[in-house]
């Protein structure tokens, strides 16, 4: 198996060149105390401040953040986010359950006004993982089967629930892992630059006269196979990124209903805005049965996930679906609130949308220039270059692809790599025009450097 990135030797080359001695300890007192695991510790580095669309580290290097987890929709330390909470803090730290509060209730009414098509009830959870664990209970009820159709290399969080519908090897097998949930079968994506079904593409767009969509139709397939599958779960959008082949959940949604399958939407890194719209389904219309969000809802402060799915599913009222203890925590609830109040009062979405359509031009642009580009892709703010060692074979560049990651992390930017050889651009929906042409102009010089002198 391919070495964890927070193990590989270019991580540790970049820790060699640590000489400051503040940032040395605490890296060093991190990796003493915290259980080591991958992409976490031992750390990159340690933040010491978060502002806008920067983090600044011990030593005072700032980072145009383009990766952020997917919690910084509304930039870090939104001064309204900051005065909101400090002034619930004084209001109402803590409401126990069985009681309700004014920030739960008006953030769970905002939640039902914003959500697509009839989806109208919320139930909050601490995490993405827990939230999806309550949407697979809540399928598991409303239609008395237990089967669940998701896709390989799905990432859905880390709970057993969660990590037996993803479908990463890394989190699948190994030995934390052992039996999953029964039932939940997997399908491969919609991955149209390399399609697992082996059509080709024409410039990373599916050919859907020669290929009709097999991706979307093998669902169709297999929930009749199956017969009794509880529902379909996915990404609508695939962080990777991947776009879904247009018609591709029209498709999904009217196989769903033809077999009884519920439709459940993982919008957790990409809800609220980041492609665009205010939920990345909406591109196509089409309306899950549960929809389930997380981390930006927080803003960019505290963990927050939501499930918010139709009145006809309020369905197990003698039953817990997500019995946690901080349900109506009414600090992270007014996060919520105020996280939704920000990105509409400041037309976030749109900047999404005006940013990341000129990100993408732009990126279309340097893969005319730059051989090692195979595959440029974007919805919103939601980037990706996908870097190949040669366009014809598509070999992977993934030695380069962390090479550029370092390399940009020295020029300033923080950006994430997705499936080893995707450089995953993230940036909060605030990002400016300007600041983004900054970051891209990085990508463009470490794209020209890795090609002059491959690492
Ligand atoms: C698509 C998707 N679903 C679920 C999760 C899990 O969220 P959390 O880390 O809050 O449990 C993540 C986290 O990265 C995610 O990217």
Redesign the pocket.
Known sequence: MKLSGNLSPRRRAWHAKTDDENLRRLLDEDSRYFLHQSASTPCLSAVRKAEGIWIEDMTGRRFMDFHG??VHHIGYGHPRMIEAIKRQLDDLPYSPRRFTDEPAVAAARKLAEIAPGDLCKVLFAP????A?DMALKLARAATGRFKTVSFWDS????GFG?MSIGGELELRSGPAAGPLLPGTEHVAPFTCYRCPYGYADIDGKPDLDTCKMTCATFIDYVLGKEGDVAAVIA?PVR?VPYIPPPGFWKTVREACDRHGALLIF?E??NGLGKTGRMFACEHEGVVPDILVL??ALGGAVL?V?AMITRQELDILGDRALGHYTHEKNPITCRAALTTIEIIEDEGLVENARVVGAHALDRLQDMATRHPLIGDVRGLGLLLGVELVLDREAKTPATDIAEAIMYAALEKGLNLKVAMGNILNLAPPLIVSRDQMDQALDIVDECLSEAERAPP
């Not at 995490?127 to 827990?130: E, I, L, T, V």
């Not at 990432?155 to 880390?158: D, I, N, Q, T």
């Open positions: 987890n997917n995490s993405g993982s827990d999806i990432f859905h969080g880390s969660a990404e962080a993982d957790i890194p997380g981390k963990p996930a």
